[in-house]
């Protein structure tokens, strides 16, 4: 399992909209859910809420990033 979530977390890096979002949270460490919001919605025109989470989702399991606990930003876990 351990070798699929590196594999998966690789190739996250070059797909989109986490490309967008791991470049911005690289440089700042952390964003506001808003910016987080605006990023997903280039990609995301519909359905934007349900991306989001799966998004969210995504980023924790693939040890990428994660809301904090106050659902304020989202932050870079690397």
Known sequence: MKHV?????EN????EPL???LKILEEKKKIRV?????V????YYLH?????????QWG???GLFKMDAE??????LH
């Not at 997903?40 to 990609?43: A, E, V």
Request: charged share 40%.
């Open 5 to 9: 979530k590196k594999l998966l977390r």
């Open 12 to 15: 996250a890096k070059r797909i």
């Open 19 to 21: 490309k967008s979002l």
């Open 34 to 38: 808003e910016e987080f919001t605006d």
């Open 40 to 43: 997903l919605s280039r990609f």
């Open 48 to 56: 934007l809420e349900e991306a989001k989470n799966n998004v969210l």
């Open 60 to 62: 924790a399991f693939l």
């Open 71 to 76: 659902d304020e930003y989202v932050v870079m």
